[in-house]
């Protein structure tokens, strides 16, 4: 993990921190079908965050706080969550090449080793306990074979799948296990409570994801401190990065499958 910042002002980092993550939490919670003043209201307050970061000797907090803004703001257009993720990124890689005390720490992006046995662990697990969701509580996974699933030949929806599978893996990735839990980590130093925190915001931001509601939450959540600890030994995001991709190919599997 990252070492704690240099500054002096953690505690004020700390705080912009806490409340850019209440409100992408808040706007999870709220969903893409929340009232269109809610999320604007978030967005705005996020935008003001940032510029209190701007102004304000936290450089610790500054890359969480325009990547949270930038999604906020990708969400209020409606698009897919993919297309958010990515021009969110973009945004915030933009902002750093122009102000680089807003880019993220060295090493908060890096690919890292590849510890095979850890890996496997947890991408296993997240397949496993899909299966069990899926058998327990028998969703109903209509609105999203509706929504995210086009009439087209059975070969282009396995391409669709794994395209998924890569590119939503990569994007979480670098938002949360990337910026978010390097930004933690540079306030908060290596303790359990930065793994905990990006985990309880990976959680939340999956409230209205595959799987939904209070168990998706606890299941993305528990997952998501597997990833965070797996960041950690691997001292980087490739490792994450494929057990990520193993448990969105489960997803895509069960979203196919649900077809008929």
Known sequence: M????????RGESL?????????????????????LAGRIGV?????????????????????LLVLVTALLGMMLTGIVWQVVMAVALLMSALVGR?????????GALGRGRLPWAATLVTGAITPLALGLWVALWQPDLGDVVSAYVPEVPLAVLVIGGVAFALVNAALEELIWRGVMQDALGRVLGSTVLVVGLQALSFGVAH???VPRGPMGVLMAGSWAVLLGLLRRHAGGLLAPFVAHVVADAAIAVIILSGMG
Request: aromatic share 2%.
């Open 15 to 35: 705080a912009l921190i806490g409340a850019a993550l209440v409100l992408l939490g808040a706007a999870g919670v709220m969903g893409p079908q929340a009232p």
């Open 98 to 106: 122009l102000a680089p005390s807003a880019r993220p720490g060295p």
């Open 2 to 9: 990252t070492p704690p910042a240099p500054d002096e002002h």
């Open 207 to 209: 409230a209205h994801g």
């Open 43 to 63: 967005a705005v307050a996020a935008a003001v965050l940032a510029l209190i970061g701007a102004w304000r000797p936290v450089p610790s907090a500054r890359p």
